[in-house]
T-cell receptor, first 114, second 118 residues
Framework: DTGVSQDPRHKITKRGQNVTFRCDPI?????LYWYRQTLGQGPEFLTY????????KSRLLSDRFSAERPKGSFSTLEIQRTEQGDSAMYLC????????????FGPGTRLTVL | AQKVTQAQTEISVVEKEDVTLDCVYE???????LFWYKQPPSGELVFLIR??????QNEISGRYSWNFQKSTSSFNFTITASQVVDSAVYFC???????????????FGTGTQLKVEL
């Protein structure tokens, strides 16, 4: 049984470019979460999906951010027109929808915007 | 709104010492979950424990123990006989809206960096 995987692990981009990250959750988990973590801080919630439905988005998720989970399995997080303030670790987590509330995290994608 | 406070930014101990990491939370919900996660230098968050708001029993797992006190809104974590491998950042987190379908999103504290030295 594999855990949550994320790709790429590191991304360096220039300001203004678009980037896309992928998350593959644990196979039987129907909830998928995205968080962002900056240096010295705890992860902050961005958005979550139950199956393919995006049920909640944080105010942190500006219009430049979009997330999808088209078939209820993997998810993508796209950032358009990146800014230096977008530099952070983007974490994906998954959980079962009912009964279990533990979220299992992937290794994260570290984004650096130059 | 929910909030988690970890007042200890960094703690340094010598191996075999006991160490307690503090966590204080704020919530208006009567039903919620509390968590501890470990983030080693590799960066991946590792789940340690979940505690629901109805269960104030303390829990022990090997060298780890947790003290949940609803009266003081605290959920402290103690490592007994610390080891170098315990060096990591530890996060306390809160999940609300269990009964109202809040999605179980986690609100994290800012973390406590634990350094265990020989």
């Amino acid at each position: 049984d594999t855990g949550v995987s994320q790709d790429p692990r590191h991304k360096i981009t220039k300001r203004g470019q678009n980037v896309t990250f992928r998350c593959d959750p644990i196979s039987e988990h129907n909830r998928l979460y995205w968080y962002r973590q900056t240096l010295g801080q705890g992860p902050e919630f961005l958005t979550y999906f139950q199956n393919e439905a995006q049920l909640e988005k944080s105010r942190l998720l500006s219009d430049r951010f979009s997330a999808e989970r088209p078939k209820g399995s993997f998810s993508t997080l796209e950032i358009q027109r990146t800014e230096q303030g977008d530099s952070a670790m983007y974490l994906c987590a998954s959980s079962l929808a009912a009964g279990s509330h533990e979220q299992f995290f992937g290794p994260g994608t570290r984004l650096t915007v130059l | 709104a929910q909030k988690v406070t970890q007042a200890q930014t960094e703690i340094s101990v010598v191996e075999k010492e006991d160490v307690t990491l503090d966590c204080v939370y704020e919530t208006r919900d009567t039903t919620y979950y509390l968590f501890w996660y470990k983030q080693p230098p590799s960066g991946e968050l590792v789940f340690l424990i979940r505690r629901n708001s109805f269960d104030e029993q303390n829990e022990i797992s090997g060298r780890y123990s947790w003290n949940f006190q609803k009266s003081t809104s605290s959920f402290n974590f103690t490592i007994t006989a610390s080891q170098v491998v315990d060096s990591a950042v530890y996060f306390c987190a809160l999940s609300e809206g269990i009964l109202t379908g809040g999605g179980n999103k986690l609100t994290f504290g800012t973390g406590t960096q634990l350094k265990v030295e020989l």
